[in-house]
């Protein structure tokens, strides 16, 4: 493809159009690389064969973008821009891989700058893998924000207004979802923190890892419905026997590889894989995906195996490919019905919803709120100015306040008093003590059969949907401004803080 000035880079440099460049011409359908980064220092052997793949794609004309991972797993590997400085030096657009689960704020915003200022613009926003493994131990989380709280961070240096900051940053911005989920208490929140990660600044989407067309076809059409106009790139996976195994144990958050498909991969030879690999890229052309995203770092022979087999295909092909491969996991919940002829959405046939479940204690709290602590509830007044006054008063009387406070919350709901309180936000569930990534802005995409990734608790944002569900609030669950706690708050009373206006809450409005 001829490059023209318009495609000219900031540094001089003559490369390929860039991804927001590529992704704003609807007739181009994108190809994005990943590369596994090593653990270890660039100069070893691993590193140095990565780093040899990565310099063969960057001469390849078909690889329109490398996109290079943030210590996936949870365990500590090279930095994604020790190998990205190399890539984009050559004219490779790049895109780097950011998860919150290693960095708080402040980090994540120094880091920005960092990648800015040399000449990384393309950022996937993640929360990330839980960690699994660390020095002499397993690494302790951070998760101070989350995914959307990245996104709303970046978007905001995006338009100068970073904390501190005296000048505008210039990130193309994406961020994942993770639908290949079994249950709808999963699935739905999903789709409904999508909508909130685009709103927050989010402008091309990567699905995680299934095989399943039709949950892929379903992403687009609810993508479409919703009015949400951002690109989505397919993840096609090039499996192996061993990565199978890895995937259907659960090893993995957020990736499927149900039974059915394990036991037919077993004993398979490369060939059958990178035909799988190429039916899925017709298939992502098919149902109006933008590009794919091609995992598993195939080797430069088995990445024009794929592009080439996929071409040759004829243009109806992708539609018994589609039929072919559903391996979906029992029971799984779709947001439409079947449609008996494509085996895909029936758009104009939701699927039937649960009834969900809502607990005395969260009906009970409810009332509460509205009663007491909702900003137009008819005892916020007299809670605010009795709040003001004791903020005045001697510390013993504020002291006693919070204790009451503590009483309460603490046995009802395994409060952490952390101040800045978002029980409202997960309908009465605290993240602070039931969530070990602390999500406040929906479910991260680690969830499998509605359990945590961490221990087999329930997640608390499928907790939250089924609870929202009886009074029919679910699809709002996720509205409003993303939710970014306040670290100064921690050990203060989130009572006075609520009355007061120094919680998030009082952020929003």
């Known amino acids: 493809m001829a490059v023209s000035p318009s495609d000219r880079r900031p540094d001089g440099a003559w490369g390929k159009p860039t991804l927001r460049q590529l992704l704003g011409r609807p ?90 200022s040399e000449g990384f613009h393309n950022v996937l926003a993640l929360s990330g893998d839980y960690p699994m493994s660390g020095y002499k131990g397993v690494a302790a989380p951070v998760f101070d924000i989350d995914s959307v709280g990245l996104l709303r961070m970046f978007s905001d240096m995006n338009e100068g207004r970073g904390d501190g900051s005296t000048g505008a940053t210039d990130f193309f911005l994406g961020c994942v979802v993770t639908n290949h989920k079994r249950y709808e208490r999963e699935v739905v929140p999903q789709y409904l923190k ?17 095989y399943d067309a039709r ?40 990736v499927v590889v149900t039974d059915e498909l394990l036991a037919l991969v077993e004993n398979r030879d490369r060939s059958f894989f990178l035909d799988l690999a190429a039916k899925q890229v017709a298939i992502a052309r098919g149902i109006g995906c ?20 996929a071409d040759a295909f004829a243009p109806e092909d ?81 002291k006693s306040l919070h204790l009451v406070e503590q009483g309460v919350k603490v046995p009802l709901f395994g409060c952490k008093d952390c101040g800045d309180c978002s029980l409202p936000d997960v309908a009465y569930l ?7 990534k602390n999500q406040r802005n929906g479910p991260c995409g680690g969830t499998r059969e509605g359990k945590c990734e961490v221990g087999e608790k329930d997640c608390i944002w499928a907790l939250a949907y089924d609870r929202l569900k009886v009074f029919g609030e679910e699809a709002a669950m996720l509205d409003g401004p993303a939710v970014i706690k306040d670290n100064s708050l921690r050990g203060t009373s989130a009572w006075a803080n609520t009355f007061l206006g120094r919680d998030h809450q009082a952020k929003e409005n």
């Open 194 to 210: 999508l909508r909130k990660k685009v709103e927050n600044g989010a402008r091309f989407v990567i699905n995680q890892i299934g």
């Open 318 to 398: 992708w539609r018994s490919f589609a039929k072919e491969i559903q391996f979906a996991q029992p029971n799984e919940f779709y947001w439409f019905e079947r449609d008996p002829e494509t085996g895909l959405s029936a758009i104009d046939q939701p699927a039937l919803r649960s009834k969900g479940h809502a607990p005395l204690r969260y009906r009970f709290s409810r009332r509460l709120h509205a009663l007491v602590f909702g900003r137009q509830a008819p005892l916020f007044d007299a809670g605010r100015a009795l709040y003001s006054a004791v903020d005045q008063g001697p510390a013993p009387v504020r």
């Open 430 to 436: 605290c993240p602070e003590s039931q969530c070990v």
């Open 27 to 116: 007739d181009q359908f994108v190809v994005v690389s990943e590369l596994v980064t090593s653990r270890g220092l660039i100069t070893e052997a691993r590193a140095q064969g990565i780093l040899s793949l990565a310099r063969e794609l960057t001469e390849h004309p078909r690889v329109d973008a490398l996109s290079i991972t943030d210590n996936p797993g949870g365990h500590a590997m090279l930095a994604a821009d020790t190998l990205g400085t190399d890539l984009i030096q050559r004219g490779q657009e790049v895109i780097i891989h950011l998860a919150c689960k290693d960095w708080n704020r402040n980090a994540l915003e120094s880091r920005g700058w960092k990648l800015g």
């Open 215 to 254: 949950k892929d076809d379903e992403l687009v059409r609810w993508m479409a419905l919703d009015g949400l106009d951002v690109p989505v790139l397919a993840n096609v996976y090039v499996l192996t026997p061993r990565a199978a195994r890895v995937f259907n144990s659960g090893r993995i958050p957020g």
């Open 290 to 309: 933008r590009g794919i995203y091609l995992g598993g770092q195939p080797s430069l022979e088995e990445f024009d195996a794929i592009l080439t087999a």
